[in-house]
Nanobody, 115 residues
Framework: QVQLVESGGGLVQPGGSLRLSCAAS????????MAWYRQAPGKPRELVAT???????NYADSVRGRFTISRDNAKSTVYLQMNSLKPEDTAIYYC?????????WGKGTQVTVSS
């Protein structure tokens, strides 16, 4: 059974940092390019960052230079280090495949940036 479980969200002040994790199971993780997405209230889900199985990364313009995506294939886990957080980063964050038909979506992890 395919499962994606996101964790690490929370409430943080502007300028703060968080590290999100996404543990995958039921898939051959090494074979997938992975991505982080986010969805803010009343807005469509958007792509935040991607990482290929070889480690090549790409970022949305809104987060480039502040967020870093990484992966640990041995743990079937993808991470998102978020620095210099802004209120507009507030959203539910999800991981999934970066290409093709997405896997079943997890519940996501809520990130709230507020003073």
């Amino acid at each position: 059974q395919v499962q994606l479980v996101e964790s690490g969200g929370g409430l943080v002040q502007p300028g703060g940092s968080l590290r999100l994790s996404c543990a995958a199971s039921g898939i051959f993780f090494n074979g997938f390019a992975m991505a982080w997405y986010r969805q803010a209230p009343g807005k469509p889900r958007e792509l935040v960052a991607t990482i290929t199985n070889g480690g090549t990364t790409n970022y949305a313009d809104s987060v480039r230079g502040r967020f870093t995506i990484s992966r640990d294939n041995a743990k079937s886990t993808v991470y998102l280090q978020m620095n210099s957080l802004k209120p507009e980063d507030t959203a539910i964050y999800y991981c999934n495949t970066a290409r093709g038909v997405p896997l079943a979506w997890g519940k996501g992890t809520q990130v709230t940036v507020s003073s």
